[in-house]
Nanobody
């Protein structure tokens, strides 16, 4: 009942920046958290950043703190991930997701809706 579409991925050199966007549509009234996850080849899908939709509180994976910023846009029903000082290890498919959980959801299985993903490639 919630449709999420990511955009903004691409290829950049190390140290560069990208802004990912996730547009939400459908019945979003039950969404409490929205998050960005990433998955590199051969690895599990891990959380990158999470935002509580209601109050804007944010949470970040340690390796992206100070480099990535997650923020919301109520008017556009969207969440964004501004990525700066990108590193080759940031290379992955990035997914946005929505969760109805009341407690901070840090695992992929706590999210009910997912976008199709957008590729981010960082070269050195």
């Amino acid at each position: 009942q919630v449709h999420l579409v990511e955009s903004g991925g691409g290829s950049v050199q190390a140290g560069g920046s990208l802004r990912l966007s996730c547009a939400a549509s459908g019945d979003t009234f039950s969404t409490i958290f929205m998050g960005w996850f990433r998955q590199a080849p051969g690895k599990e899908r891990d959380f990158v950043a999470i935002i509580r939709w209601t109050n804007g509180h944010t949470y970040y994976e340690d390796s992206v703190k100070g480099r990535f910023t997650i923020f919301r846009d109520f008017t556009a029903n969207a969440v964004h991930l501004q990525m700066a000082r990108l590193k080759p290890e940031d290379t992955a498919i990035y997914y946005c997701a929505a969760s109805p959980r009341a407690l901070l959801p840090m695992n992929p299985n706590e999210y009910d809706y997912w976008g199709q993903g957008t590729q981010v490639t960082v070269s050195s």
